[in-house]
């Protein structure tokens, strides 16, 4: 099984502030790693796909990037819809796996 | 709009059996991979099981092999899970999920079991 690593597991910013978030695989998963987003209560929702694609109807400074086993998530400039809890994710093999998250709270 | 609308949670007894649905609508679900996704309370994602477009193809999480069983029915649009033998770390939120990417999600149906 593939095991994902997030850092840092919180992440304490201000609006307006650049968000960096990083997935690290336990082996490569080539380019097939999602990002998504969840707050409290609701579902998540789907950010980025295939490392680096913006899925539909999600703002432009949401980004991915990276390849293998290091990947990252970047938001550009935090709005306040933007804190939340994020996880990535892999589907390069069975089973499925996410990493344990990361919360982008409020400073 | 694509909708996906889990139903059949509830609160079940150690062991016993509980079946899950997900109602499609605003795709067509016979093209679209299936997934089922649980998340335990205040906890992480885990993925649970998918199925392709036909029901030909099933994959299970190891801890749920052969106790959950994955099925869809493409004339109904519908998406189940069949779960037996359930266990107290079986509780959780369920969702059900669209594609290979999982880009659409239900809102869930929260499974408790306990005596």
């Known amino acids: 099984e593939i095991v994902l690593t997030q850092s840092p597991a919180t992440l304490s910013l201000s609006p307006g502030e650049r968000a960096t978030l990083s997935c690290r695989a336990s082996?490569?998963?080539?380019?097939?790693l999602a990002w998504y987003q969840q707050k409290p209560g609701q579902a998540p929702r789907l950010l980025i796909y295939d490392a680096s694609n913006r899925a539909t109807g999600i703002p432009a400074r949401f980004s991915g990037s990276g390849s293998g086993t290091d990947f990252t998530l970047t938001i550009s400039s935090l709005e306040p819809e933007d804190f939340a809890v994020y996880y990535c994710?892999?589907?390069?093999?069975?089973?499925?796996?996410f990493g344990p998250g990361t919360k982008v709270d409020i400073k | 709009e694509v909708q996906l609308v889990e139903s059949g949670g509830g609160l079940v007894q150690p062991g016993g059996s509980l079946r899950l649905s997900c109602a499609a609508s605003g795709f067509t679900f016979s093209s679209y991979w299936m997934h089922w996704v649980r998340q335990a309370p205040g906890k992480g994602l885990v993925w649970v099981s998918r199925?392709?477009?036909?029901?030909?193809?099933?994959n299970y999480a190891d801890s749920v092999k052969g106790r959950f069983t994955i099925s869809r029915d493409n004339a109904k649009n519908t998406l189940y899970l069949q779960m037996n033998s359930l266990r107290a770390e079986d509780t959780a939120v369920y969702y059900c999920?669209?594609?290979?990417?999982?880009?659409?999600w239900g809102q869930g149906t929260l499974v408790t079991v306990s005596s």
């Open positions: 199925i392709n477009s036909d029901g030909s193809t099933t």
């Open positions: 994710q892999q589907r390069s093999n069975w089973p499925l796996t």
């Open positions: 999920a669209r594609d290979i990417i999982a880009d659409y």
């Open positions: 082996q490569s998963v080539r380019t097939y």
